[in-house]
């Protein structure tokens, strides 16, 4: 049976069956993109249409996750791209950061009082508050739980950079709940 | 013969392990290497806890119901969408 020639009967199994359950991560991830949930939408929407057209490229059984995060990871830049009215890059190109990669990881001592206290909503704040690509880096691996492998081709970046991406991201976010912690120990110090 | 103890790689490779991308070997290596050391051991444990909190604390949206069941209907109503 050739792969082009799928009947819609079995593009929907396939559609129903492995490409739907991904919906909730996929939406979670759109959303943490654009913090719009008109937007993020769209952007889930336009990622299944894409998945659908695209259906005999994909394996049953295999990666229904990753593939779906790396359709709307290039649906988002395009959205980016025809809209952004402004030059700059954001995107997912490397960050250079100035040689801070070597610097000795940041710990947090998460028992502290006012940090066990942190409520969902700030941590979620914390993390929104990251450049997008290091955002993204935390959400891929932290909370998805992606392989650096799946990383690389989400983002389109190699294996080394997600590695040296993800360390910058997490002493980003480890800083931002120090933040938080400290304002909040304050706060109550009064 | 061991090799000496270097905090900074031993960092790395734990940062490593937690993500899930060394071997049982490797590992098993690892979790020997961390006892050697108080100072690396301790990193380990906070790294460990900071990654359990954030997996846990960080707020997740779920698709909203109403939209993913007309997303469904799109497709089940078109004849081919290609
Ligand atoms: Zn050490």
């Known amino acids: 049976m050739s792969k082009d020639k799928l009947t819609k009967l079995e593009k929907d199994k396939i559609f129903n069956g492995e490409l739907i359950p991904q919906a909730d991560a996929l939406y979670n991830f759109a959303y943490s993109l654009v913090f719009e949930e008109a937007r993020a939408q769209d952007l889930v929407q336009e990622a299944y249409l894409k998945a659908y057209r695209f259906i005999h ?37 490397d960050f250079k950061d100035k ?12 028992e502290q009082d006012v940090y066990t206290h942190m409520i969902g909503d700030e941590i979620t704040s914390a993390l929104n508050s990251l450049p997008v690509d290091f955002r993204v880096a935390i959400i891929l691996s932290d909370i ?5 492998e799946e990383i690389a081709k989400i983002t389109d970046i190699p294996i080394g950079t997600v590695r040296s991406r993800l ?5 980003l976010m480890k800083e931002q709940l120090r933040e938080y912690a400290k304002e909040k120990g304050f706060k109550e110090l009064r | 013969m061991r090799k000496s103890h270097n905090c900074k790689d031993v ?3 734990f940062n490593l392990m937690l993500d899930g991308e060394l071997n049982p070997k490797e590992e098993q290596n690892m979790m020997c290497e961390l006892q050697r050391c108080m100072h690396c051991l301790q990193e380990y444990n906070l790294e460990e806890k900071y990654r359990k909190f954030i997996q846990e604390r960080v707020q997740k949206k779920s698709c909203p119901s109403s939209f993913l069941s007309s997303l469904k209907n799109k497709f089940e109503q078109s004849k081919d969408i290609d």
């Open chain 1, 144 to 148: 998805e739980g992606f392989t650096y």
């Open chain 2, 11 to 13: 960092v790395s490779q």
């Open chain 1, 167 to 171: 360390f910058r991201a997490r002493n």
């Open chain 1, 99 to 110: 040689n801070q990669l070597e610097k000795q990881s940041i710990s947090i001592d998460i």
């Open chain 1, 57 to 93: 490229s994909f394996e049953p059984g295999s990666n229904a996750k990753a593939w779906l995060f790396q359709i709307l990871k290039n649906a988002f830049i395009n959205e980016y791209r025809k809209k952004s009215r402004q030059p700059q890059k954001v995107d997912f190109e």
